[in-house]
């Protein structure tokens, strides 16, 4: 068994709106060639993902909605019909072969899945994928198909094992939470910036999930300009308590890199101390829960020369048990800088003085607390009750 992979294809590259769109897979490439320069990745490592079939792809979505996709693609899709299914909005404009890009990044996490799940791998990356505002019969958020959505309910009808996916973009991974809103065997975790101010709105700590599936769902929305502190607070304990609640049988991360200062899209303050801890705790906790079983994806990221790649880069070394600290490869910072339209950052740390002090860092901290203690109380009211029934 291998202890890791990572799935790429140049073909990620294809999975493009336009030129000034905020979304930008130029960070996948800019990631592995961060990893390349450092030694830390061989070409053993890397594996080719494969396209998403029209049925896998069913497994979550629509089939009118995938037909509409591949019209859209191909440009037979008229524009009041296309705006029915989220295409050719401001945030998920059309273009050209979208079907085919997207179910390509699907099918990087689902390569990823049969890996893990045959025990091909412990763990493996696909930095493609974590696309999670995609909707049965709708794109939203730059999200056309939804791949970690189609990836659980594979897990599900294929391997039928329970799968914990916690998602740590700023913006609430609102499509996978609702597509298992009344699933027993998903438990969804999202600790994100609060809807108030932030798309998709959504995340408070009352969806808790419907049905069956209720007590399933957590969310931690937390305040506009947490830092790294209290982030990491929410974080550690929220993924501690929710899998040793869960139990599951597989962890699936979605690792979007958007909450760092710098995001142009979202009002958090961490800095890439968050990004080298979120890796570790989920890598101890697959080894704790799930027999090492952990599938981590990509997300939302929109800095992409001074956070992206240094942020995912951590993911691939904490699975390789790779170390690093101080500069940059030298080669690397060489290579791109004259591409980038700013001065990337030399270091693995973020400079101590990034931000101006928050003024209302201790209220925000308060509150925080306050969060986290109503949407874990579900499973300390069932953990007490329990003790008491023994």
Known sequence: ???????????????????????????????????????????????????????????????????????????KLNSDEALNYGLGTEDTPIFPKMHEASALLVGGTLTAVDYVMTKKAKHALNLGGGLH?????????????????????????????????????????????????????????????????LFPGTGDITERGQGAGYGFSFNIPLDAFTEDDSWLIAYRKSFQEVADFFKPDVIIT???ADSHFFDPLTHLCATMKIYREIPKLAHELAHQYTNGRWIAVGGGGYDVWRVVPRAWAHIWLEMKNHKVSGSLPEEWINRWQHKAPVQLIKEWEDPSNLY?????????????LITLKKALQFIRKNHSNANESC
């Open 133 to 197: 505002h995609g909707f049965r019969g709708k794109a939203s958020g730059f999200c056309i198909y939804n791949d970690s959505a189609v990836a659980i309910k594979y897990i599900l009808e294929k391997y039928g094992a329970r799968v914990l996916y916690v998602d740590t973009d700023a913006h609430h991974g609102d499509g996978v939470q609702w597509a298992f809103y009344d699933e027993p065997n998903v438990c969804t975790l999202s600790i994100h910036e609060t809807g108030r101010y």
């Open 254 to 256: 979605q690792n979007g």
């Open 356 to 368: 101006q002090p928050i003024p209302r860092k201790q209220e925000i901290e308060e509150k925080n």
């Open 1 to 75: 068994m291998r202890d890791s992979i990572f799935i790429y294809s140049p073909l990620f590259q294809k999975y493009k709106f336009h030129d000034e769109h905020p979304f930008n897979q130029l960070r996948v490439e800019l990631t592995l060639d961060l990893l390349k320069s450092l030694n830390a990745i061989s070409e053993e490592d890397i594996v080719y993902p494969r396209v998403a079939s029209d049925d896998e792809l069913a497994l979550v979505h629509d089939r009118q909605y995938i037909q509409a996709v591949k019209l859209a693609g191909e440009g």
